[in-house]
């Protein structure tokens, strides 16, 4: 890692009235401490702005909504102050208060100061309340634009991320592509040996033919908008490997979340068993794995749950989400955003629970499924109110033998508290002139 060492930064609060202001800056600089798993600490975010560095970038299409079916020719967290070189999210022995936040406030009347502390007081309720009754093991993180707490439970706790990993992919890619040393409109070659296991839309390109070529640009829309493993293996090769994707994470110091091996080796690993070619084939993966005895299986799955090897603490995820949407809009993480807006798996989780005028820039993950038991059932991303303010929201699930309706419910109720929290500060912000 090199390069100069970045300032601190600090997040303070908006001023009531629609308008959300964002401080400019570069690089990700954190370290978010994992807490033990049984751990239910309330955590807050403290930040202070720095300069913005210029990168390097080339004009990016929009990624395509859906891809398209036309054929190619071919223990309690550790408290430690924020330094110049990193960032650490603290955690509080109770629930997070607005004392520092209100002794920094800037043109902020007392009126308006209480009212935003009320309003996010509630909101800390209404999460606690629904993370509570849910049957299952989740972790809550929110960011809101009025305040720097991180308003939720489990948010510093490593979580499984099955697909919402392709977001850091797709950003080591962006990034190569602002330094110059890939071109988004460069061709790659897709064969049968790129063939991964589960949801894969374009491997149906592989039907009748041995190979085929597709843009970088494409293999990114459809790996992030369509949670495409074929396409998002691909991106690893692109980008130099797993290695490539944790040197990229280093670089920034966020050291709380975990980049796995690849798509067969973590889904052979969390199955229990040693990842064949032979595998590719068919229904290979599957009836290979329906071989192995239960209590192999459900072993390897209780290791892998225990202790992710793609593992992210929610919290550290809202932090990342919230210095993409404060970048340039050739930034490669603004790039990222703007992409995962044409998300559409997922439809059923957090944008279900948005209201009229708000939309969603999102990432969906979804582990394997042993017998009654659902595992990482997660939904990540932005969700922007008419105003234009923003609300940072990860819902991760670790696990659960509830079926889909209350694991989705769980999310959707999510946005809706993040909606009314909304109106309750500023309730005019949705009313039509």
């Known amino acids: 890692m090199s390069g100069k060492r970045p300032s601190r930064f600090h ?11 964002a401080a400019a800056i570069a690089g990700i600089t954190m370290t978010a401490n994992a807490s033990d798993p049984k751990a239910e600490k309330q955590i807050a975010g403290k930040a202070k702005a720095e300069k913005p560095k ?6 990016t299409k929009s990624a395509p909504a859906k891809p398209k079916a036309t054929k190619p020719e071919q223990k309690k967290p550790n408290v430690a102050k924020p330094s110049a070189s990193t960032f650490t999210i603290p955690s509080l022995e109770d629930k997070p208060t607005n004392t520092q936040t209100n002794t920094q406030t800037n ?3 007392n009126a308006q100061t209480n ?8 909101l800390r309720n209404e ?3 629904l993370w509570k009754k849910f049957p299952g093991r989740a972790g809550i993180a929110i960011y809101t634009p009025f305040s720097d707490d991180i308003i939720g439970r489990r948010q510093t706790e490593r979580f499984p991320q099955q697909s919402v990993s392709k977001m850091w992919v797709a950003l080591t890619i962006l990034e190569q592509e602002a330094a110059g040393k890939l071109s988004l409109d460069k061709k790659i070659r897709v064969t049968r040996d790129d063939i991964v296991v589960f949801s894969q839309p374009i491997k149906q390109y592989l039907s009748s033919q041995d190979s085929f070529e597709m843009p970088v640009r494409e293999l990114l829309a459809h790996a992030i908008n369509a949670s495409d493993n074929l396409a998002n293996s691909v991106l690893i090769r692109v980008a130099g490997g797993p290695q490539a994707i944790n040197q990229m994470l280093d670089r920034r110091k966020v050291q709380s979340i975990r980049f796995g091996p690849g798509e067969v080796l973590l889904q052979s690993a969390i199955a229990g068993l040693e990842w064949r070619p032979e595998y590719r084939k068919g229904n290979g993966f599957k009836e290979q794995r ?6 192999k299986r459900r072993a390897a799955l209780e290791k892998y749950l225990a202790s992710p090897l793609d593992g992210a603490a929610p919290g550290t995820i809202v932090l990342v989400l919230k210095r993409f949407g404060e970048r340039a809009a050739d930034d490669p993480g603004a790039k990222l955003l703007k992409l995962m807006a044409g998300t559409y798996t997922g439809r059923s989780r957090l944008r279900s629970g948005l209201a009229p005028g708000w939309s969603l820039a999102h990432k969906t993950g979804t582990g394997q499924v042993l017998g009654s038991i659902s595992t990482a059932l997660n939904d990540v991303g932005v969700m922007k109110a008419p105003d234009g303010c923003r609300y940072q929201v990860a819902v991760m699930i670790a696990e659960t033998r509830a079926g889909r309706e209350v694991t989705n ?3 959707q109720n999510v946005a809706r508290a993040v909606v009314r929290h909304h109106r309750e500060i500023h309730p005019k912000a949705e009313k039509t002139p």
């Open 54 to 59: 210029a990168e390097k970038s080339s004009a």
């Open 290 to 295: 329906s071989r192995i005895p239960m209590e």
């Open 115 to 122: 009212a935003h502390s009320a309003a996010d007081e509630k």
């Open 11 to 21: 997040v303070t609060r908006s001023l009531i009235g629609g308008i959300c202001l």
């Open 107 to 109: 043109a902020r009347t």
């Open 127 to 129: 999460i606690d309340t």
């Open 409 to 411: 419910g769980l999310m």
